[in-house]
């Protein structure tokens, strides 16, 4: 494949850093823009649904772990190939990916269509909410196939350095959704209204759109008629790469299984602690928060690009003035957004439904947790790295110790001790810490400086 020209690994790290940053951000933003429309029309739906829909989030989030590790390990393949110039690997390590990505879902739709109304009994579900969450949540694990594919192409992308053409799509993909969000929610159009089951529909819809756009632009579009991104023209299966891939998936996720279980357990402990007001209160304000990382997010996939193309050019000095650069702006961001949402938090969560007890108990998360949200971002940036260079355990070590050793724990014993939903907050707010404090350590430590990458086809790369 010809030579190209790669920003990434040569000439300006800050210019490099915001090329690829940028186009994400957009995408993040406008997928919060969908967010924000989902949580408008949910909200209004009552806290049934509000508390039923973030128990759903919760469930999925766990169950779709081992497809975030694959796609931590896919970026980190990607990108080394690209920044060590093996171009016709990429087509094989997308190849496989999708082969992983595939099976996953298939799983999935198996336990969405059977265990959904058992999988949110064991979180606890009033009968209110589980009526409500269940119309959300079997539809979406049996649909989820779409998002997992899309996920998995749109990181072919982003780690081979362009940004751009997934952004394109994901626009795409957010018209859509916004537009079916409240048709299928409401019943705009003539078309009947499904409630909280509009909201999957419409996601499963404008994944599968987006699909259809990003295989169109891979060999339809004349400009990327060469590019590495696309299928090999003969599918193969080397079992090798297989294992390689997800050697570097598990802890990946393992670490994305222990975030999300931790989020799973504090949704649990909120609701048998304090009850539907809580939770529906917890999960406006986490999307709230989510919200609040859009941009960091933004950096820290961009981060990780840097990282994995930058030690396959074998420029580990760059890597790290690239780390240094956004842990920097992504605390001094997440700092400006703390004081902000501190300042809004009344308007902010009333704007999404919030009312009586659950604006109350939201207030209260808004006036805490937002100020460890600088603590956070390093931690994410410092994590986000050590993933783009295949190093995937110390963010494992880290879920561990900051969310399930502290934030879980010690919330489950300020909730069976009695203490208000304050002191939960708190307990969110000190494990952002400790994690920071692990992220840091094994960064600082340096290991993944040093991590190959075995690409398949009788290739290493080394840091």
Not at 344 to 369: C, R, S, Y
Not at 438 to 455: E, T
Request: net charge neutral; glycine share 10%; proline share 3%.
């Amino acid at each position: 494949m010809a030579e190209r020209e790669n920003i990434v690994t040569e000439g300006s790290i800050t210019k490099a850093l915001f090329i690829i940053a940028l186009p994400i951000i957009i995408s993040n933003i406008l997928q919060s823009v969908l967010e924000v429309v989902d949580m408008y029309f949910i909200g209004h739906l009552g806290d049934d649904a509000i508390a039923g829909g973030t128990m759903s989030l919760s469930i999925i989030m766990v169950l779709t772990t081992v497809m975030f590790g694959v796609v931590t390990a896919t970026a980190a393949f990607i990108s080394r190939a690209y920044g060590s110039k093996q171009y016709e690997r990429i087509q094989v390590i997308l190849a496989h990916a999708l082969y992983l990505a595939l099976i996953i879902s298939a799983i999935i739709a198996v336990i969405g269509l059977f265990w959904s109304e058992e999988l949110l009994l064991l979180m606890g579900a009033e009968p209110g909410a589980l009526a409500e969450g269940a119309k959300f949540l079997r539809p979406m694990l049996m649909g989820l196939f779409g998002m997992i594919i899309l996920m998995t192409l749109v990181t072919a992308f982003q780690s081979s350095g362009d940004s751009r053409t997934p952004m394109y799509v994901m626009i795409a993909v957010n018209i859509v959704n916004i537009i079916l969000n409240p048709t299928l929610i409401q019943g705009l159009a003539g078309l009947p209204a499904f409630g909280i089951a509009g909201s999957a529909y419409a996601s499963i819809l404008s994944r599968t759109a987006g699909i259809v756009l990003l295989l169109g632009v891979m060999y339809l579009h004349p400009a990327f008629k060469n590019s590495p991104v696309r299928l090999p023209v003969k599918l193969t299966f080397e079992p090798q790469l297989v294992k390689n891939i997800i050697v570097i998936a598990i802890p990946s996720a393992l670490q994305s299984g222990i975030r999300s279980f931790g989020f799973l357990m504090m949704t649990s402990l909120i609701t048998i602690g304090y009850g539907t007001v809580a939770v529906a209160a917890y999960g406006i304000a986490i999307r709230l928060d989510m919200l609040g990382f859009i941009i960091v997010m933004g950096l820290c996939t961009a981060i990780a690009v840097m990282v994995g193309q930058n030690l396959g050019a074998g420029k580990v000095e760059r890597a790290e003035m690239a780390v240094k650069y956004a842990v920097i702006l992504n605390a001094i961001f997440m700092a400006c957004v703390a004081v902000f949402y501190y300042l809004n938090a009344e308007m902010l969560l009333a704007f999404f439904g919030a009312e009586g007890e659950t604006l109350k108990d939201g207030v209260i998360f808004m006036h805490i947790v937002p100020f460890s949200y600088f603590i956070s971002a390093a931690a994410m940036t410092l994590g986000f790295a050590m993933n783009g260079a295949g190093m995937t355990r110390p963010g494992m070590y880290s879920a561990i110790a900051g969310q399930i050793c502290t934030q879980v724990a010690l919330s489950a014993m300020f909730a069976y001790l009695g203490y208000p939903f304050e002191y939960v907050c708190y307990a969110i707010a000190f494990g952002s810490v400790i994690m920071c404090l692990c992220d840091y350590y094994f960064y600082h430590k340096g290991d993944w400086k040093r991590k190959k990458l075995n690409l398949g086809g009788d290739t290493e790369v080394d840091g």
